[in-house]
């Protein structure tokens, strides 16, 4: 479902994501009030939402919606680069914030990624974000940092699990979940930050 007050952006977001395989656009609205009723009537799977509406705002949808529809997932697509939209966004149970200068591809690759369980984060925003914390593995699990630790030597999805004795799909949400939590969107970039922090105070965990 797309929320926004532009026809013509609504448009275009609808005609990129019928086009993808496995996706269809079920309804449209331009204000809150109409969001939330079409939301509640139709049950989507991912609302995209715009922040500056005529009668409100994009996290007043997101409020209503979280408490009547707890399956559908949110993503705010907006023309604001800005650290304050995104923390009330995050707060309001958005899964990912995107600027409206996003290509159209990216725009359904990030429907189906939101689709799938994943929280996900503009990139310009993940890097500043990053930059302004001290210790981005902060609020990783122990789990959750053994994973990143042996992400950092290389290893796959597999030979983790059979290095921790865990399921391959439990490595996977750890990884989905410390992508989250430290601001990144790639696997890769886990890879990165592991080995440009050997040196650093951050110490990995084993077993």
């Known amino acids: 479902m797309i929320v926004d007050d532009h026809e013509v952006v609504r448009r275009g977001i609808a005609e990129v994501i019928d086009r993808a395989d496995g996706m269809t656009v079920v309804a449209e609205a331009g204000t ?20 500056q509406l005529p009668d409100g705002t ?30 009330a966004a995050l707060e309001a149970g958005a899964a990912a914030y995107v600027l409206k200068t996003v290509r159209g591809a990216e725009i359904a690759d990030v429907v189906r990624s939101v689709a799938a369980g994943r929280t996900l984060l ?10 302004g914390h ?21 290893m796959s999805n597999r030979e983790i699990a059979e290095r921790l004795g865990v399921a391959e799909k439990t490595v996977k949400n750890h990884i989905t979940s410390l992508l989250s939590k430290m601001g990144l969107q790639r696997r890769t970039q886990a890879a990165a930050w592991v080995a440009g922090h050997k040196r650093s105070s951050w110490k990995p965990e084993h077993d």
């Open 32 to 51: 809150v009030a109409e969001g939330v009723r079409r939301a509640t009537l139709v049950r989507p799977q991912v609302m995209l939402v715009d922040l």
């Open 58 to 87: 994009g996290i007043d949808i997101l409020r209503a919606v979280r408490t009547a529809l707890p399956d559908t997932r949110a993503i705010v697509l907006t023309s604001f680069d800005d650290d304050d939209a995104l923390a």
């Open 122 to 131: 503009d990139e310009r925003t993940v890097t500043r974000r990053r930059a």
């Open 134 to 154: 001290d210790d981005p593995t902060a609020d990783l699990t122990p789990s959750e940092r053994k994973v990143l630790d042996l992400i950092g030597e290389g």
